[in-house]
């Protein structure tokens, strides 16, 4: 296809008086670009009609936009024509900047320039569009999470395939006696809800249960997995489409809190142990099966606690609470005792943690249990310290609860890390818990990555349900520490997030956060080297190798960051509209003014997904930042190849600035280890300096969110003032 | 070593059912001790208070100084974010104290019970209709009158046996106080932890520093919410004794200069006692107005606290229709309200230490170990001084 190229000045919103558009124009001229109009209402139904009627009259098929920020009337300029690409003028050139000045008229030259450049070096990407895909949805797990997610998918019209390691269905809450209240008032207790979804799902005819079985092995990627399943000896096999991981949690193992007696008495039990208890009938005491007649909950016990489970595992105190009531039911002249660290009763748990609080045989204090130690007839004696009774005190009691935490099912197994990493190393790609629960045929593993305290969540409040692996999705306490009314929700949403996973690869689109992207990685091979490093660096496992260390990519398990881009040492690695040529180009044709005229240049490679909204937003708040700097927007800053810092710095750019976001342990990188991964591809990229004779302060990556737009111009002008104190790029007219 | 603790919890439903009914809602924020303008800066009350309550620790609470010294403002009962209501939660335990300290705890239990007024109201009633009868005073329209046909109280009942009851029902009540008091103390001592508080100066100088608060009303000058009380408690402290001032001083007319009564209204005792009267009616009125209007905010206040309002209302209230209705020369009215009057006097001092009357002994007491023991004054006081 002849690429015919159209740029469209927009001249509204102050474009038009701050920049003389004429030599805008020229410059666009020059490039011999064919078409090159200007429009004073470029974004309404005049100027729209303006654009088409070039595109059916004049055969434009790549329409460049000069005019405002792509992050805004994306939905205007959605044209129906192969390329667009958008110049922001606007944001990224007046609003931040004087007008009628000569640097801001050069910015703008040098954005059309580069908008110009990178049209010309792309292509339509053409999608990935999968006919056979399979709409059926596998879901892991039986319990509450994997119950919900199994009917909400079946319910929007998917086949589910459901696992669950047990004989039985319905996980932890199926063995509960009662449940926490879900309905107003909030105070009384409630028939477990578990039992009526059970039904629910064995009457689905959409959904096939498999019960006593374990997933043997999942090969393919999302849209086409291939899923073998064992079952008391047997295997089956079928596809699926998308995962949602329900897998849960098990109780911690209470015998490793040595200091609160489990184990060692008798009359010491655990919160799983009441419940045990309490559907058979009556909380005894172990020792004696004598009715408990006064009995001390011990909350956080091996919880919030650097030694045990480091979180909250959110649901204790309210079990705690709804066991006290059980005893108390049993008998009013029962004593309860909750210590606790902290009551935490969000929601409308308040008003039952009131209730609860109402009832005069219920003795609540915050508190640091000491101790327990065992008298005559096993009875015990709890030491509080810091109570709120004013001192230490000792209370003596026939039986006490130990209210112990949860732990996902992805956390139990081995670690395991990538080849040649070692713990405590700068960078860890990531980190394998095998734990037999997924068996996933990838090359990084066969299981989700694990992030904090072996949870597989990517980001638990930017991203929920996402993992690390695109198409499988986490839900309830194995993603999170959460309640039941939370698993529901939240597998609710891992239901619609692995449906939408479906849907978007059958159209050869990608998922979250480059969602309907429709270009894909073409690799070079007669140039691959099997170095490894696509492989081993891909954020998302989303490519395999052969035998001979061959990479197999994947493009639906490909989320598009294009951090391969930047770790391929071959260049063989593109899209059709994003590539190492491309912003190579669009590098070394930024106007290098001579070394008198003191205008130094600076590029920015800014992440679209914060912070270039963040530049964005500091010209929507007109905050003046410096106008000697050309920002580059792209994917993932994990994508800059080095090649593209090389050739600005020999092409006499006086200094590149990485704006990626926050990374390390509450990261908020969406490509995952893309800006981890840009940090430290750039701890490396001194050596090259060094055989440039350049000062490795030249390049820099600062860390900044959206929420940080107001100090984009400090961050710049420090920049800038590093790079005076090292002078002019000596390479500025080579 | 820490201390073993034993919940009683029989003694937690008794807070509640006797006006603490909101107790177990506070979650120890501690904003009650913050806002209370009376508590003292180390360990202030009402937090610890609350917390002991709820966990029946009636030892301890049987030997704080600081149930005593809380003033009910109810700044922390208008301020708590739960709905704990602590000045109404203090004032049920002050209710348990008074039943557990006095020495006929039985009638404690009697007094701050409803189920039982009747029977109270009965004894008296009773009583003083045996001396009627004895007398064959019955016939209140058959009464004899005094010099030009005046009315004189005298003749319906005759002093002698007025002052034989009430003098042993003040005794009684005096020997039930001392008893409740010397308890009181003991168990202070024993609570008090010596390195926070080692007694010092003289006890007598300790009784009048806190005598003379009292009279001045100087802890209730601070209330937040319940400004109006300073000067209702005044009104009302002082209007009582002036009452018991007149009272005495007819007595010994009478008895040490032989003089009969009724005595004119030129009389300067006379306007004393009246006055006394009206300033009690102003401080009750302005109690009761203040309890309704406020009740939102610092609770409406138990059974124990009306009952005790309520009887020392009846009390002025029937004494001064007695008055008038014998000046009106109204016999069977004046009669009646005499007889009421004796009724409720009665009431008033037989029940004393068992009724919120006793508070009057018990806050004394606690404001001397108080000061003997230099527990802090509020940091506020000191700005104010």
Redesign the interface.
Known sequence: MEKKIGVYICTDCEIGSALDIDQLRKVAKKMKVPVVKENSLLCMKEGIEFIKNDIDQEGVNAVIIAACSPRVNYDTFNLDVPLIERVNLREGVIWSHPPDDEDTQMMAEDYVRMGILKMQKMEAPEPHKIEDIVRSILVVGGGIAGITAANEAAMAGYDVSLVERDELLGGWLAKLHKQAPTKPPYTDLEEPLIKGLIKEVQQNSRIKIYTSSKIEKIEGAPGLYDVTVRTNGTTESFKSGAIVLGAGVVPYDATKITHLGFGQYPNVITNYMVEELASKGQIMRPSDGKPAKSVAFIQCAGQRDEEHLPYCSATCCVESLKHAKYIRNQDP?V?VYIFYKD?RTPGHYEHFY?AI?????V????GDVKGITEEEDKNL?V???NS?????????VDLVVLAIGAVPVTALGEEKLPPGVNPGDAFIPYVMIETDTLNLDYRQGGELPALSKGYPDSNFICFPYETRRTGIYAAGPVRSPMDMPSAMEDATGAALKAIQCIELASRGEAVHPRAGDTSSADFFMQKCTQCKRCTEECPFGAINEDEKSNPLYSVTRCRRCAVCLGACPERIISFKNYSVDMIGTMVKKIEIPDEDEEKPRVIVFACENDAYPAIDLAGLHRLNYTPFVRVIPLRCVGSVNLAWIADALSKGIDGILLLGCQHGEDYQCHMATGSHLAEIRLSKVAETLDRLKLESGRVQMTQTSIADYYKIPQILDDFLEKLDGFGPNPYKGF | MAERIEPDLNFVKNIISSGGGSLKKCFQCATCSVVCKLSPDGKPFPRKEMIHAQWGLKNRLMGDPDIWLCHQCSDCTAYCPRGAKPGEVIGAIRNQFIQNYSAFGFLGKMVSSPSYLIILLVIPVLILLGVLFHLGNLDFTAIPRGEEGVIVFYYFMPHIYVIVIYVALVMFAFFSFVVGVVRYWKELLKNRKEVESPPSGSIVGSIVGAVKEILLHKRFKKCGVERGRKISHLLTFYGFIGLAIGTAWATVKKYGFGMMPPFPLSDPMQWLTNASSVALFVGLGMIIFNRLKDKSKAGIGSYFDWFFIVILAVTGVTGMAAQVFRLADMGVSAYTSYFLHLVFIFYLFAYAPFSKFAHMVYRTAAMVFESHTLRKIPLAAQADK
């Open positions: 002249s004593k009551m009131k609080q109402n009832d005069p045989g003795f609540l204090t915050k004696v030491e509080v310290e709120l009774i004013g001192e230490d005190i000792q209370v003596g």
